[in-house]
């Protein structure tokens, strides 16, 4: 069966690495810092000028003025800083993020990005998504695998506005993990349950599929 959305932000928790510094989009990848694995160190930042960010709060611990960049209140890790955007922009431009998990409307197989608009729809806009996918060294992408019509998301090109060009990774999505690379979705790993079969019917975009495809595991 399909990913849930905590899911998808746990399986996304897997690849971080001790010592990486971190940014979380709005949506699924703000879910990741709940998930954050056991003998790791990662810091996490928000582009509102957060370096250090805890999971969410619980009741007795909400602090109305400490929000994360889609304005929901988060905690503040052990030695955690907090500074202005021009600061934190700064960082993120200069290359200092080992890692960035972004939601998208669409990827397409050469690892472009579409986040920021649907022409006539209002949506929240870019944010900083455009500095993140130009100043991080990885990006990973949390994304339903088809739209609400059953039609995909991950494209052989995208169809709008692109908020990146060539900087995609890897993208998680409801039904599988897959990395981008050399022109092509390569299927890596499937939702437990869901067949190989159903995810070449809703992957429009080039997909290589070598060998038996394991499933997610979450232990």
Not at 35 to 42: L, M, N, T
Not at 69 to 77: H, L, N, Q, S, W
Not at 89 to 99: N, P, S, T
Request: glycine residues 10%; charged residues 20%.
């Amino acid at each position: 069966m399909a990913l849930s959305r905590e899911q998808i932000a746990k399986r996304v928790a897997m690849e971080l690495q001790d010592g990486y510094y971190v940014n979380l989009g709005i949506g699924i990848p703000t879910l990741v810092a709940n998930y954050v694995p056991d003998g790791i160190e990662v810091m996490l930042q928000s582009e509102n000028g957060l370096l250090g960010m805890g999971p969410y709060p619980s009741a007795d611990q909400v602090d109305a003025d400490m929000i994360n960049a889609g304005k929901e209140t988060v905690t503040a890790a052990t030695g955690a800083a907090i500074f202005n955007s021009a600061e934190s922009f700064a960082m993120i431009r200069g290359g200092h993020v080992d890692l960035t998990v972004l939601g998208a409307f669409e990827v397409d197989q050469n690892g472009n990005i579409a986040s920021w608009m649907i022409p006539k729809k209002l949506v929240k806009g870019m944010g900083g998504a455009m500095d993140l996918v130009a100043g991080a060294k990885n990006i990973i992408c949390t994304m339903t695998h088809a739209n609400k019509h059953g039609e995909s998301k991950l494209l052989t090109e995208c169809s709008l506005p692109l908020t990146g060009v060539g900087c995609i990774n890897k993208v998680i999505t409801d039904l599988a993990l897959l990395e981008i690379k050399d022109g092509a979705f390569h299927l890596l790993e499937r939702a437990p349950g869901v067949s190989v079969d159903e995810i070449i019917a809703k992957t429009q975009g080039k997909l290589i599929v070598s060998g038996e495809i394991p499933e997610m595991a979450f232990d």
